[in-house]
């Protein structure tokens, strides 16, 4: 019998496994396209998440779904980080999201922007260009988005129509990394304002 998690679980382990090769290679060229990370040693994702400046948004969504654990705990994820501007683009719908009755799709929602493993733009960047095209991870949430490259940008797709930009320099905390984007990532199905 064929598991139906043992694709996307290869490659998060490919991609993971690429993670460390940046500290092996006596290389410092990035791959075009790649985003710095600024390096956090001691804090949690949770605290570095606090102390960005554009997330307020986000921090007030995980703080409404009550995720902050995952943010706090060992586990080791990657955070697809919507921006203050693209919560505002959401406008009304982005409110209507907030409300205590929506928590269980604000809850999906915020898991297809999660990510397992400790995945760096540049170990993205560097994915697609090894690949020679798109790369495809599944999310906390069991949907897939798919990384691409888009001239030097890299960009991400959730496959219902939203994509978004790495906005910002990622962090990297103890417990995973946080890369800013542009757009929340939105499936077609989400309640609107």
Known sequence: MKSTFSKPLMLAAAIS???????????SEEPAGAASTQKEGTRTMAASLNELPDMAALNGAISSAEL??????????????????????????????????QRPILVGLLREHILPGHLTPE??????EDKGGDVTMTTLGGGDVTFSM????????????????????????TNGVI??????LVP?????G
């Open 68 to 101: 902050g654990s995952i943010f706090d705990g060992p586990g080791s994820y990657t955070l697809l980080a919507p921006n203050d501007s693209a919560f505002e683009a959401l406008g009304d719908r982005g409110q209507v999201l907030m409300q205590e009755e």
């Open 188 to 192: 077609q199905d989400a309640p609107q």
């Open 17 to 27: 496994g690429l993670a460390l090769l940046p500290a092996c290679s006596s290389e």
């Open 150 to 173: 888009d001239g030097d940008a890299v960009t991400v797709s959730n496959g219902d129509g939203s994509s978004a930009r790495f906005a910002s320099t990622a962090t990297a905390a």
């Open 123 to 128: 170990n993205i960047a560097k994915a697609i």
């Open 179 to 184: 890369i800013p984007v542009d757009t929340v």
